[in-house]
């Protein structure tokens, strides 16, 4: 089939019609090629556990490497939960919910208030209006030059590196998703409160085969790997140079989706254990593409290829990125401050 002529390909606003139309096909879930990810996924993690256990009577020095490939495999359980949450790794809605909730207790994650949050990130992400749900948090910089010290301090606490991929993780995880948030209907609070009564039987059950204390430390290596994978992975996603935000009505669905959400392009094994999420570009244009989908989708046509990738390599750059400049229209890091400093001391000699 030829492909569909787009005019508005070219650089401006793209209108719904544009794309709507091309990712239709990439929406229809597959039940094999879910329950292929299910085995391939799900099978590996369980067996790196049992070998974990085995190998906890030979040498921790064999234990943890174990789990640091548990906690790449768990990046992919992720995923999984995270399709599940959209509706579209299964044609069944009961199939998505089922595994979303069980894979959400392998990810420590409860399942409907998650996908309550998530899609709240969906509509909003790129929109300065409408931040603080589901995002990582980003001040412009006006929004900083009149923000007292102590707002300041926090926000450059929030934005250290160590405590952005290594804590939060850890607190987000296993800390603040034991409870719900203001907003949350009654379905959403019940799962925060199923999800833990089962968090804490898993506990309960693999502390006594484990050992309480290895219990403990092996999964606490697991979600160190898995959770810091995870918001840098989403951090690269919505954190670089020439992303997209905009104000009220200036905001726009299609360009949040192609210029706001990057297109990160990853080696074959580490794209293999993220689950495609770094056609991130695809996935907020049409969050009902299931990830084994994605790459065909962004292959399919000329108008996706446009999104400029972002290299394993050339990620790295957003690590000092920290401030939203509105006259600039880029992520500055916190040096461009002092260049504005500069600039208004030359201007008041003047």
């Known amino acids: 089939?030829?492909?569909?002529?787009?005019?508005?390909?070219?650089?401006?606003?793209?209108?719904?019609?544009?794309?709507?139309?091309?990712?239709?096909?990439?929406?229809?879930?597959?039940?094999?090629?879910?329950?292929?990810?299910?085995?391939?996924?799900?099978?590996?993690?369980?067996?790196?556990?049992?070998?974990?256990?085995?190998?906890?009577?030979?040498?921790?020095?064999?234990?943890?490497?174990?789990?640091?490939?548990a906690g790449a495999f768990l990046v992919r359980?992720?995923?999984?939960?995270?399709?599940?949450?959209?509706?579209?790794?299964?044609?069944s809605r009961r199939a998505n919910d089922i595994f979303g909730f069980l894979t959400g207790v392998l990810t420590f994650?409860?399942?409907y208030h998650w996908r309550w949050e998530h899609a709240i990130h969906h509509a909003t992400s790129g929109d300065l209006d409408k931040r603080g749900v589901g995002d990582i948090?980003?001040?412009?910089?006006?929004e900083y030059l009149e923000a007292g010290r102590g707002k300041r301090f926090a926000y450059r606490l929030a934005r250290n590196p160590l405590i952005l991929f290594i804590i939060?993780?850890?607190?987000?995880?296993?800390?603040?998703?034991?409870?719900?948030?203001?907003?949350?209907?009654?379905?959403?609070?019940?799962s925060v409160y199923w999800m833990n009564l089962a968090l804490l039987g898993v506990a309960l059950v693999l502390g006594r085969i484990?050992?309480?204390?290895?219990?403990?430390?092996?999964?606490?290596?697991?979600?160190?790997?898995?959770?810091?994978?995870?918001?840098?992975?989403?951090?690269?996603?919505?954190?670089?140079?020439?992303?997209?935000?905009?104000?009220?009505?200036?905001?726009?669905?299609?360009?949040?989706?192609?210029?706001?959400?990057?297109f990160y392009k990853l080696p074959r094994i580490l794209q293999w254990f993220s689950g495609n999420i770094g056609f991130h570009h695809i996935h907020h244009l049409s969050s009902r593409i299931p990830n084994?989908?994605?790459?065909?989708?962004?292959?399919?046509?000329?108008m996706f290829q446009e999104?400029?990738?972002?290299?394993?390599?050339?990620?790295?750059?957003?690590f000092p990125l920290r401030l939203w400049d509105e006259q600039r229209k880029k992520l500055v890091g916190f040096g461009h401050l002092r260049q504005l400093r500069r600039q208004q001391s030359r201007s008041g000699s003047l």
């Open 1 to 69: 089939m030829a492909k569909k002529n787009i005019s508005s390909a070219a650089p401006g606003r793209r209108s719904v019609a544009d794309w709507k139309e091309i990712v239709a096909t990439y929406q229809q879930p597959s039940t094999w090629r879910a329950v292929g990810q299910l085995v391939n996924t799900l099978g590996p993690y369980t067996l790196l556990w049992y070998l974990m256990y085995r190998s906890l009577a030979v040498s921790w020095w064999l234990t943890i490497p174990l789990a640091v490939l």
């Open 307 to 318: 999104v400029k990738p972002i290299t394993l390599f050339s990620s790295l750059r957003s």
């Open 168 to 190: 939060a993780p850890l607190y987000l995880f296993l800390f603040k998703q034991r409870f719900s948030t203001a907003g949350a209907n009654p379905r959403e609070r019940r």
């Open 210 to 262: 484990f050992g309480f204390g290895a219990y403990f430390i092996i999964q606490l290596v697991v979600m160190l790997v898995a959770g810091g994978a995870g918001i840098w992975m989403f951090y690269v996603q919505h954190q670089f140079e020439d992303v997209y935000w905009e104000r009220g009505e200036e905001w726009d669905f299609t360009e949040a989706a192609l210029r706001g959400s990057s």
């Open 109 to 111: 994650t409860p399942y």
């Open 137 to 142: 948090w980003t001040m412009t910089v006006r």
């Open 77 to 91: 359980v992720f995923i999984i939960f995270h399709d599940c949450g959209h509706g579209s790794f299964f044609k």
């Open 292 to 302: 084994y989908n994605l790459e065909r989708c962004h292959r399919s046509h000329p």
